[in-house]
């Protein structure tokens, strides 16, 4: 098809007279003053731009599209501009670039660097890295973290994060026992753990489990301080 085409336009139409070129063809006036001013093509293929305008969210977000992409911190309630070319978003602030990410047709893409310094901390926090503290600190913790785990651990993420903190405050001895005490009670979460730590009962020994007394058709003579023979 494309051999048909540069055939037809140098052997046909090209050698075709025109009004509109005061009689001449379109092959000589190439020739005579198209062909110098031609020039080689760019060393990229062309490719469309979009451009978009947004504010940055208070989690250092902003939207393009129908995804959202993180910003350095330091510019939130800043507008921004982001250019998606091809599958890179850059996103630029007063004429710099600012941010890049891989494009997104939904949901985030996030750099845990654009975050404050604290919240980089506490976003590096993982499941993982808590186990791993709580093995410094003692079997008590390791149970803790072991059993806030083991179910929706995204969802307790926040609460183990809580009881692995403590340490800074309690130290890692009080801590473990206080975990080790919480378990004795049925109830590991974060506020039975720091209610320990802060009342100070953490090395209090488990209460004695309270055994019922039989009821009294099964209690015998004895139980009732009679004399049967009499």
């Known amino acids: 098809m494309q051999a048909e085409a540069i055939r037809w336009s140098t052997q046909v139409y090209g050698v075709h007279k025109h009004r ?51 910003v350095p911190w330091r510019l939130i309630g800043q507008q921004v501009t982001a250019r998606t070319a091809g599958d890179v978003v850059q ?10 990410h891989v494009l997104h047709l939904a949901g985030r893409s996030t750099n845990v660097e654009h975050y404050p310094p604290h919240k980089i901390a506490h976003t590096l926090r993982t499941v993982t890295w808590c186990r791993t503290q709580a093995e410094q ?31 800074e405050k309690y130290g890692d001895r009080r801590l473990d026992a206080a975990c ?26 488990a209460s004695p489990a309270v055994v019922p007394p039989p009821p009294a058709m099964l209690r015998g003579p004895d139980a009732f301080d009679t004399d049967l023979t009499a």
């Open 180 to 205: 080790t005490r919480a378990l004795q009670v049925g109830d590991p979460g974060y506020r039975t753990v720091k209610g320990i730590l802060v009342a100070g009962t953490e090395a209090d020994h």
């Open 91 to 100: 996103i630029f602030h007063s004429g710099t670039v600012v941010a890049t």
């Open 137 to 167: 600190i003692g079997p008590g913790a390791v149970a803790v973290v072991a059993e806030l785990s083991t179910v929706n651990a995204i969802h307790r993420l926040r609460a183990i994060q809580g009881i692995i903190r403590l340490r």
């Open 20 to 70: 509109g070129l005061d009689g001449q063809t379109p092959a000589s006036v190439f020739a005579a003053i198209e062909r110098d001013a031609l020039m080689a093509l760019p060393p990229r293929v062309f490719e469309s731009v979009i451009y978009s305008i947004g504010r940055v969210a208070a989690d250092c977000h902003v939207k393009s599209g129908k995804a959202l992409y993180s």
